[in-house]
């Protein structure tokens, strides 16, 4: 049984699905050499509880890590740039993750169903957040969005039960099908002058809202 894993030095890419399901995997040092780890590379390797990227790595690709369900501690230098589709779905233990200032681009779904995830502070040069990225963050309760941020896709907030505070950046001009749906204990909403769009269902089933603010 495959218990721990060394990369060695003359490694430099990690290709998609090498060790997906490999489920008594506890422990997996990288090498710093390694510049490339593919889809799927760590998925659903459910003991896992701690990695660290090496600082080569610019892009953490499609379900990296999605259902690494012991996962409790990630670090990434700060050299990554994109975070791709499901990258850490299902990381149902994860309750914290610090994001690199250097990421752009935040595809869907990475963040879904990361039922303890408690707070984020989103990187100060995002200019959206795709569908579903915190789809069912049932604990998230904190989240800082950058002044940069100007659309918020479908369901991004969707079944936050615990999202409680939340600012709403000036440059926001977009909110996506039920992006904040359920999100019970929301009590402000503040919607920019530069708004244009708000979708269907956006702000359904906010109970607790007591100050709605528009711009305009």
Known sequence: ????????ENVTRIN?????????????????????????????????????????????YGDVLYGCSSLVSVEMRGNVTLISKGAFQLCISLEKIELPKTVTVMDESIFANCYCLKSIVLPPNLTYISNYVFHKCYCLSNVTLPDTIEY????????????????????????????FENCYVLTSVYIPEKVTIIHNNAFRCCYSVTNFTMVG
Do not use: H, Q
Request: aromatic share 12%; proline share 4%; with cysteine.
């Open 152 to 179: 918020i896709y479908d369901e991004v907030f969707y079944n936050c039960r615990s999202l409680e505070i939340i600012n709403f950046p000036e440059s926001l001009t977009y909110f996506g099908r039920k992006s």
């Open 1 to 8: 049984l495959l218990t721990n894993v060394t990369i060695p």
């Open 16 to 60: 998609d699905n090498v060790f997906e399901k490999c489920r008594g995997l506890l422990s997996i040092e990288l090498s710093e050499k390694i510049e490339y780890i593919g889809r799927s590379a760590f998925r659903d390797i459910t003991e896992i509880t701690s990695i660290s990227f090496p600082e080569k790595v610019t892009a953490l």
